[in-house]
């Protein structure tokens, strides 16, 4: 016969065990700092639906707000984050705020060899890998091939057969592409802050000159596609992927790699150095660079996945704008951003807000 004492025991210590087994049964809580095109609700949908003890939660973000994000927390709050590639090994040494990525849980052999290989290249530490690519694409030309047939580069945005017809975007890339158009390596000179101080100075002067060819300065891929889908703009400084969408409404519009080399971005995934799930994180990793999903997330951001065959798996309407747009050559003639030292960026904005307060 059991004591009553010893009842109350048992029923406590049962309680117990079915209150942990059911916490553990619980879903875990997948964590995303990401961009607003790379979290489509129906990848979510599926994710969870394969994995059903995982739930994501989603962060939207950009390069400045994920480091600020991170740096203010010790890298806590978050299990993957998706920053660019030229953002993180500078960062890491000054901050840590990453941690190394076990390569032996993530599927790397349905990566494109040159993308997985830059990638490493700009975020190996130490040995450690801290990023692996996901999404690619470049920043170029946006021309009507009806109004502006020769437009080729960079330089073209200031030629004055377009003036007050042609549109940029006042952010680093349009100094980057100005430099490269100016016979200049802008990359080469991030080793010598005076050189690239000249470097600016000169790009600085050269799109000063050049406001009087500007009809408007774009903030967001809705701002150009009004402006060129209106007639107002023939020439613009673009992201591919915003000239793949235009081109399914107007079949004049192309996206034109610059003859000086298409500015190359590649966005990562990169584990938070106090991430809570990382087993969670290699799934998702693993599971956004299936074909299926690929096609459905490339159809929302317009960018192509950093995985072989990445053409043929967007969606029709973007395909054919894509092959059309890079020859063999202009592949392998892509300019990667490359690690951004500290200092260049507040040297960059200095010079972005003289052009922005210089008169026409």
């Known amino acids: 016969m059991t004591k009553p004492g ?11 065990t079915f209150l942990i087994g059911t916490a553990s049964a619980q879903a875990e809580t997948l964590r995303l700092l990401t961009w607003g095109s790379y ?3 129906k990848v979510i949908e599926l994710f969870e639906k394969k994995y059903p003890d995982i739930k994501v939660q989603v962060t939207f973000s950009n390069n400045e707000e994920m480091i600020a994000k991170l740096r203010a927390t010790g890298g806590a709050g978050y299990d993957v984050a998706q920053p660019s590639h030229d953002r993180i090994s500078a960062v890491q040494k000054e901050y840590g705020i990453y941690k190394p990525m076990d390569l032996s849980k993530i599927n790397t052999g349905v990566m494109a060899p040159n993308l997985l290989d830059a990638v490493k290249a700009n975020t190996t530490i130490d040995g450690g890998v801290y990023a692996v690519p996901h999404h690619w694409g470049t920043s170029g030309i946006m021309v009507d091939k009806t109004k502006a047939p020769n437009a080729k580069g960079w330089a073209d945005l200031c030629d004055p057969q377009y003036k007050g017809r042609t549109s940029m975007r006042l952010r680093r890339t349009i100094l980057l592409g100005t430099a490269f158009s100016l016979g200049k390596d802008p990359f080469a000179a991030y080793a010598n802050l005076g050189e690239y101080q000249k470097i600016l100075d000169e790009v600085t002067a050269k799109l000063i000159a050049c406001k009087s060819n500007i009809k408007a300065y774009w903030n967001s891929g809705d701002d150009l596609s009004a402006l060129m889908l209106s007639g107002e703009v023939v020439v613009s400084e673009t992201w591919d992927s915003t000239a793949y969408k235009l081109a399914g409404q107007n079949s004049n ?14 966005d990562t995934f990169a584990l938070p150095k106090k991430g809570e799930a990382d087993a969670a994180a290699y799934k998702w990793i693993n599971f956004v660079l ?6 459905l997330m490339s159809a929302k951001s317009g960018s192509m996945a950093a995985v072989k065959g990445a053409i043929d798996l967007l969606p029709d309407d973007k395909k054919a704008a894509a092959k059309a747009a890079f020859t063999d050559k202009d592949l392998a003639n892509l300019k990667f951003f490359a690690n951004i030292p500290p200092g260049i960026e507040d040297m960059e904005g200095k010079a972005l807000e003289r052009i922005k307060a210089a008169s026409n």
């Open 253 to 266: 519009i192309l996206y034109v790699p610059p003859s000086t080399g298409a500015l190359t971005w590649i």
């Open 39 to 41: 979290a489509p609700e």
């Open 290 to 295: 299936q074909p299926e999903i690929v096609t």
């Open 6 to 16: 010893l009842k109350y025991f048992l029923a406590s210590a049962l309680g117990a």
